[in-house]
């Protein structure tokens, strides 16, 4: 996990760290607050109009990740995280749990109790526990 207040620097060395693809953020209370991606920090990297550009042979001249290290160490894990993430309760059905994930287009799911992070659900923890036989 992170804190809000670290910087994209320490955020990026938590996340690698971490093995996966995203790391929960939690405030000093232990609040849980959302999450940090490598989506987040490749964004962070590349201009907004990237998504425009069809042609992606264009970008071998192009220095995309410049606005990401002018940034490390400045900007902070609040400024940037994903506030907007899916929470679920500890009760909640595998089934629903797999309907959110697909229909809100996320990977990972936070089992969250009182503001407290308890847990977090991957759609690969699906496959390995309903549908690998």
Avoid: W
Avoid at 33 to 48: A, F, M, Q, Y
Avoid at 50 to 78: G, R, W
Wanted: hydrophobic share 40%; proline share 5%.
């Amino acid at each position: 996990a992170v804190l809000p207040s670290m910087t994209l620097r320490q955020a990026t060395e938590a996340l690698v760290a971490s093995h996966e693809d995203g790391v929960p953020v939690i405030g000093s209370d232990g609040e849980f607050l959302g999450d940090i991606t490598s989506r987040t920090l490749v964004e962070i990297g590349l201009p907004k109009y990237m998504n425009l550009i069809t042609n992606p042979k264009i970008l071998s001249d192009f220095q995309p990740f410049e606005a990401f290290y002018k940034k490390e160490d400045t900007l902070t894990v609040d400024e940037v995280m994903n506030r907007n993430v899916l929470i679920l309760s500890a009760d909640t059905p595998v089934e629903i749990v797999a309907h959110e994930l697909l229909t809100k287009h996320v990977d990972r799911g936070y089992v969250v109790k009182e503001k407290k992070l308890l847990g977090v659900v991957y759609r690969k923890d699906i496959v390995r526990k309903v549908l690998y036989l």
